[in-house]
């Protein structure tokens, strides 16, 4: 069974509506209204394009969320990342995460996530225990230094708000995302609906250290004028202040292992001594060219960012 473009895109309303509404109840049948099929039919669908039930879906992202909240927000108490997540029971909490991760939620927050993170984050709590076994998870590339950001480039900034026209790109982030922006830019050049300094935003919404490349998602946004997008359902990009670092030269998606280190330097080492505290997932600032006498683009990442507010 293929999925048919319009069914798509009544997915992918489907899965912005789980992001937005994590915390909520998020049954089959609420989420098949929101696509507008039949349960049933939307179950297949929706398992067709992503690999997962809407249930295994869902529990998953959760436990993702849960994983970062542990690490990144030490002092939120385990049974409120647990509700803050979706999750109404401690114990199905612990257990689910224990399933998905090979630890409790507090062996996780005490270090035992550095068996899948390359380096520790700085304020974060350990253990007697896992000082003790510490050897046993750090190897020699792992470090507590900056090594890929420079930190006189990194800047706070505000992003602008605006409207974007997006397209979902599930798998690798290191191939396929050019092919992606791709079908966006051809669509919106045809419209002509892209100005000269549009923004161009490409969202990863998943982490390489725990989602598998296969189920990783990417977003590409470019921001259109709303007045020369009538008929379009927009999405809304609400900007803010971020925390940006530019590259000296934009960076190729199949270069995705140096900007995974950016990152989680940036979460890491920059964050916590920083003042600030991240609101989400990272947004990249991308550049879409076309190659002269094709219809093929070079697409680049000029610049990672996130949104942070005062801790």
């Not at 039930?53 to 690490?71: F, G, M, N, S, W």
Request: proline letters at 6%; hydrophobic letters at 35%; one cysteine or more.
């Amino acid at each position: 069974m293929n999925i048919r473009h319009d069914q798509q895109k009544h997915l992918e309303r489907v899965i912005d509506y789980i992001e937005d509404n994590i915390q909520e109840a998020l049954p089959l049948e609420k989420l098949a209204a929101v696509s507008t099929y039949s349960a049933f039919h939307f179950q297949r669908l929706f398992k067709r394009m992503t690999g997962e039930t809407p249930a295994t879906y869902v529990k998953r992202l959760r436990l993702e969320d849960a994983a970062h909240l542990l690490i990144y927000e030490p002092d939120l108490p385990v049974t409120h990342v647990a509700h803050q997540c979706g999750f109404s029971s401690l114990s199905y909490f612990t257990s689910s995460f224990r399933e998905a991760f090979e630890s409790s939620p507090k062996e996780w927050r005490e270090g035992s996530y550095l068996a899948r993170f390359p380096r520790e984050y700085k304020d974060s709590k350990k253990s007697k225990l896992f000082s003790k076994n510490r050897e046993a998870i750090w190897t020699p590339h792992h470090y507590n230094q900056f090594r890929w950001l420079d930190l006189s480039k990194v800047q706070i900034i505000h992003l602008p708000s605006c409207k974007t026209e997006k397209r979902h790109h599930m798998g690798s982030y290191i191939s396929g995302i050019p092919q992606t922006w791709g079908e966006l830019y051809h669509w919106a050049n045809a419209r002509d609906l892209i100005h000269q300094d549009a923004l161009m935003l490409g969202y990863p919404k998943n982490n390489p250290y725990i989602t598998p490349p296969e189920k990783s998602r990417y977003e590409c946004h470019i921001e259109l004028e709303s007045r020369t997008a009538e008929g379009v359902n927009l999405s809304s990009f609400h900007g803010g202040k971020h925390v940006l670092y530019e590259f000296d030269e934009p960076v190729p998606y199949s270069d995705r292992g140096m900007l995974i280190e950016c990152y989680s330097e940036l979460y890491s080492f920059w964050l916590p001594g920083s003042g600030f505290k991240y609101l989400g997932k990272p947004v990249e600032l991308v550049q879409v060219r076309p190659l002269p006498g094709t219809l093929k683009l070079d697409c680049r990442i000029k610049a990672i960012a996130l949104a942070i507010e005062p801790k």
